[in-house]
């Protein structure tokens, strides 16, 4: 049986490590149709603690299947960067782990600022690798100067090894990593289903977006972050059990910035078996909201694997992974995150007593579905999930799928005219169904582009698709610059950019 790690800490970046562990999901319910259970590949998530959810750099806090301690031997352990690498580039239990892991394991490999972990353990002396082309200076400062760094490629492969280039760049190197493991046929099977054709190993157009640099500057920007490395404390948690990391003599910061009080909101229902190469995708784009929009993340309804998952009466862990696999596949449950709180019957769908309060106010009574704001700045986020053949999940018009669809269309409400992406056919289909969105829309849904629109309503194919229409509305609602910083945050493909965005 093959195991495949997915290494968090606090701070994680998302499109980092879900993107490719998606990625290789997707190829494993591919290529493992027929297998037995023991012969199946297994996903987990190893953590310092399995005791409390680790928080990425976006909002989306994930529980751990293992500590340090527990896990078992893995074939293929993935690292992620992100802003926590500063503390954990240098954290020696985590090194520690790392270097235990990669004595017996098949491929380690890197994404982002996760080189650093890589470098720092040790692991990279004399080899070649490839980092953040955005901060690439600084990055290449690791490891002490015995790694042949390469600023041009997307990603590289020396021997067991792997590093790729910044964020989105995880994607190509995931498609590499299924072609590995579960074969080519299965490889290109994901990357028709998703959308997107990977780019190679020597193809990064952010390397000519991001130069170089090096000198004096590259080193004293690089102490500077060792100074500001070694002032960050680790993770706690305040009295409404928010993350923070605490800079030695300031006051507790907010992390991630998407949990701090906003005029507006983004709200992801999060059904079981969601997909999370959708949330990955759309998670970073809307970091080009994050001056304007709180996040919150809705479970829907009760996790299938019963009551043990509960963390208390408000909050669920929901259970996702690879929404073209069948309800029941181990697949579309690799990943269990932690959300602000639960719905699971017509009279909680919108609870006053669960609606998060902004600026210390709660929302009018009637409110509906969004923690605050006005109705045409908020954005309501749908990832995909399974089709099942046996149950219509919007057949109980008192269920919360049926609710919330509903009181997305409800010209009653003020939530008729938020901003609407929905993912995936069970859903694209059940809006037109309902009039929301038209022919039009289905027509452009079902085209190469593989999403369309009607008014604020967007629909687009489940996988990597969802970037495009995300990106779109953090254009329509925070302007041309933040979309531009967003997508050179993700160093996103530019095949996926929307109409009119350049990157220079």
């Known amino acids: 049986m093959t195991v495949i790690a997915a290494l968090l800490f606090p701070g994680w970046e998302l499109l980092d490590v879900q993107g490719p562990y998606a990625v290789l999901a997707k190829a494993a319910a591919l290529s493992n149709?027929?297998?037995?259970?023991?012969?199946?590949?297994?996903?987990?998530?190893?953590?310092?603690?399995?005791?409390?959810?680790?928080?990425?750099?976006?909002?989306?806090?994930?529980?751990?299947?293992?500590?340090?301690?527990?896990?078992?031997?893995?074939?293929?352990?993935?690292?992620?960067?992100?802003?926590?690498?500063?503390?954990?580039?240098?954290?020696?239990?985590?090194?520690?782990?790392?270097?235990?892991?990669?004595?017996?394991?098949?491929?380690?490999?890197?994404?982002?600022?996760?080189?650093?972990?890589?470098?720092?353990?040790?692991?990279?002396?004399?080899?070649?690798?490839?980092?953040?082309?955005?901060?690439?200076?600084?990055q290449t400062q690791y490891g002490g100067g015995a790694i042949e760094w390469i600023h041009k490629a997307r990603y590289v492969v020396d021997g067991k090894f792997m590093t790729a280039s910044g964020v989105s760049a995880g994607l190509d190197l995931g498609f590499e990593l299924a072609r590995l493991l579960f074969g080519d046929g299965a490889a290109q099977k994901v990357a028709n289903a998703t959308g997107y054709t990977p780019l190679s190993?020597?193809?990064?157009?952010?390397?000519?977006?991001?130069?170089?640099?090096?000198?004096?500057?590259?080193?004293?920007?690089?102490?500077?972050?060792?100074?500001?490395?070694?002032?960050?404390?680790?993770?706690g948690t305040d009295s409404l059990g928010k993350p923070y990391f605490t800079p030695l003599g300031a006051p507790p910061l907010p992390f991630p910035p998407f949990t701090i009080a906003r005029p507006h909101a983004v709200t992801v229902f999060l059904l079981p078996g969601f997909d999370a190469l959708d949330i990955a995708m759309i998670g970073e784009a809307c970091f080009g909201l994050e001056r304007s929009h709180k996040m919150e993340l809705v479970a829907v309804g009760h996790?299938?694997?019963?009551?043990?998952?509960?963390?208390?009466?408000?909050?669920?862990?929901?259970?996702?992974?690879?929404?073209?696999?069948?309800?029941?596949?181990p697949f579309a449950r690799i990943v269990r995150v932690q959300c602000d709180r639960s719905v699971n019957n017509r009279t909680a769908v919108f609870p006053q007593s669960q609606t998060p309060q902004v600026?210390?106010?709660?929302?009018?009574?009637?409110?509906?579905?969004?923690?605050?704001?006005?109705?045409?700045?908020?954005?309501?986020?749908?990832?995909?999930?399974?089709?099942?053949?046996?149950?219509?999940?919007?057949?109980?018009p008192d269920s919360p799928p049926a609710v919330i669809l509903q009181a997305i269309m409800d010209a009653k409400t003020n939530n008729s005219g938020a901003t609407v992406l929905a993912c995936g056919d069970l859903f694209a289909y059940k809006l037109r169904e309902l009039g929301v969105v038209d022919d039009q829309a289905i027509k452009a849904y079902e085209s190469d582009s593989r999403w369309g629109r009607a008014g604020t309503c967007f629909i687009a194919k489940s996988g990597v698709t969802a970037v495009t229409p995300m990106l779109t509305i953090v254009n329509e609602q925070a302007g041309l610059a933040a979309t531009k910083s967003a997508a050179m945050k993700l160093e996103i493909c530019p095949r996926l950019l929307p109409e009119g965005v350049v990157l220079s």
């Open 201 to 235: 190993d020597g193809e990064d157009p952010f390397a000519t977006l991001h130069k170089k640099g090096g000198g004096l500057g590259s080193a004293l920007y690089f102490h500077a972050a060792e100074l500001l490395a070694t002032s960050i404390t680790k993770q």
């Open 359 to 396: 600026g210390g106010k709660a929302p009018a009574a009637g409110a509906g579905l969004f923690s605050s704001g006005t109705s045409s700045s908020n954005v309501v986020i749908l990832p995909s999930v399974p089709e099942s053949k046996t149950t219509d999940i919007f057949a109980n």
């Open 303 to 329: 996790n299938e694997a019963g009551k043990d998952e509960e963390i208390d009466k408000d909050r669920l862990i929901v259970g996702g992974g690879d929404a073209t696999s069948s309800a029941i596949s």
């Open 33 to 138: 149709q027929t297998a037995s259970p023991s012969q199946q590949p297994r996903f987990v998530v190893v953590a310092e603690t399995t005791a409390k959810p680790v928080h990425s750099s976006a909002h989306f806090p994930v529980l751990a299947d293992y500590d340090y301690k527990s896990c078992p031997q893995v074939d293929l352990l993935l690292i992620p960067g992100g802003p926590g690498t500063l503390h954990y580039a240098r954290d020696s239990a985590l090194l520690t782990f790392v270097r235990k892991q990669s004595e017996a394991a098949t491929y380690v490999a890197s994404i982002c600022t996760g080189s650093s972990i890589l470098a720092e353990a040790g692991l990279l002396a004399r080899r070649k690798a490839t980092t953040n082309k955005a901060l690439y200076s600084m």
